[in-house]
């Protein structure tokens, strides 16, 4: 019998936002139906020009996004209150608030905590399955959104938290 592979340890992921691939796929439609309108009607300056931004803006507008406004998310094995447990070993002397006006990457979550060292905001959702779900897979996603430029202090409460959170799934139940 092949041996069972071991289940991959969570990390943090960084995540584009969904309207940014949005704006992408509009601004590659529009431009490039603006380069060929132009190009049925002989204007073939115009049409480099737009042909030209229709290879550029699409990704700039994917690409500043991600680097301006970072999403961290990282999948865990965990429901809901282990999560909230682990964010609060992890966090015992920060001051945290809660959240009540859940927009962009928050919309779905459950619970939405800000931070005031390091300026961040982290919520999680738990991932709803259709079938019954296969053991160590992740049921919840934790979401970190700085909101400093402090990319050290940042890094490093995400593996404090991380490391929280796998010691909550090592933890027996």
């Known amino acids: 019998m092949p041996a069972v592979p071991p289940v991959p340890r969570p990390t943090w992921t960084r995540r584009v936002a969904a309207w940014s691939i949005l704006l992408f796929f509009v601004s590659l439609i529009v431009l490039t139906y603006f380069a060929v309108y132009y190009s049925n009607k002989g ?3 115009t049409t480099g020009v737009v042909a030209g931004l229709a290879s ?3 990704l700039l507008l994917v690409v500043v996004p991600y680097y301006v406004t970072p999403i961290w998310a990282i999948p865990v094995p965990l429901t809901s209150e282990d999560v909230a447990q682990a964010l609060a070993r992890a966090t015992p002397g920060l001051r945290a608030e809660p959240v009540g006006d859940r927009e962009g990457p928050f919309a779905r979550c459950v619970s939405v905590i800000r931070f005031d060292e390091p300026a961040c905001t982290v919520g ?3 991932m709803e399955f259709a079938a019954k ?3 160590g897979a992740a049921r919840t996603t934790v979401v970190l959104r700085p909101r400093t430029r402090d990319r050290k202090a940042v890094a490093a409460f995400r593996e404090t938290l991380a490391r929280s959170l796998l010691e909550t799934e090592a933890s027996p139940a």
Do not use: M, S
């Open 43 to 45: 204007d073939l300056v």
């Open 56 to 58: 550029v803006v699409p």
């Open 133 to 135: 779900p296969v053991a």
């Open 124 to 126: 999680w959702y738990a």
